[in-house]
């Protein structure tokens, strides 16, 4: 059985990972089990930006395995006996979350996970939400590029031609979507002319 851990962070772009939490069956097609671990600022954030409780509409969404918030240390996903073959998405990701990555803090049940993950060579996709970058910040995205995390910045493009907020969401999460290889059609892709 294949697992996916969708991590949130209190980062700005919590329409990201509402989209993907909201594309259960799409990821089911890949993954047979799929988590979400979100943590307090996440939660904050998310009624800045979104007006929705986070917990209470993770808790609505059919089709996840289970849902914990980062303090919840006594979850089966706390053990990376659990998360053999399992891969994860951290949409978005905040700096703090990606410095204590890089530099192997596990004080929470995302970070743990993350860290896990890769060590189990398992995919790690990283979804910093961010700009400017100091270099502080692009050092430690680059150690967790050398570490084997995939680094996939929220810059929507544009020649899709955008008609709305939701099709720039959309083209973003379609790339978290390509890195875990799972199969959609959910923005309008490339097309020379």
Do not use: C
């Not at 294949?2 to 209190?10: C, F, H, K, N, Q």
């Not at 600022?41 to 969404?61: D, H, M, P, W, Y």
């Not at 073959?85 to 979350?97: H, L, R």
């Not at 803090?105 to 993950?117: T, W």
């Amino acid at each position: 059985m294949s697992t996916l851990v969708i991590g949130i962070t209190g980062a700005s772009g919590i329409p990201y990972s509402v989209k993907l939490v909201s594309l259960t069956n799409l990821l089911s097609r890949k993954y047979s089990n799929v988590y979400v671990v979100y943590t307090i600022a996440a939660e904050k954030v998310s009624i800045e930006e979104t007006g929705l409780r986070l917990s209470e509409f993770l808790r609505t969404v059919s089709g996840l395995k289970g849902v914990y918030s980062e303090d919840e240390l006594e979850s089966p996903l706390a053990s990376s006996s659990r998360l053999v073959g399992a891969d994860m998405v951290i949409v978005p990701a905040s700096m703090n979350t990606v410095a204590k990555l890089a530099t192997g803090v596990q004080d929470n049940l995302l970070l743990r996970v993350a860290l896990s993950v890769l060590r189990l060579k398992g995919k790690l996709v990283i979804v910093p939400r961010e700009t400017p970058l100091s270099p502080v910040d692009l050092r430690n995205m680059y150690r967790l590029s050398m570490a084997g995390a995939v680094i996939l910045p929220a810059s929507p493009a544009f020649y899709h031609q955008p008609r709305s907020i939701d099709d720039m969401v959309s083209f973003i999460v379609g790339k978290i979507l390509d890195a875990l290889g799972v199969e959609h059609d959910i923005y309008r892709r490339w097309k020379a002319s």
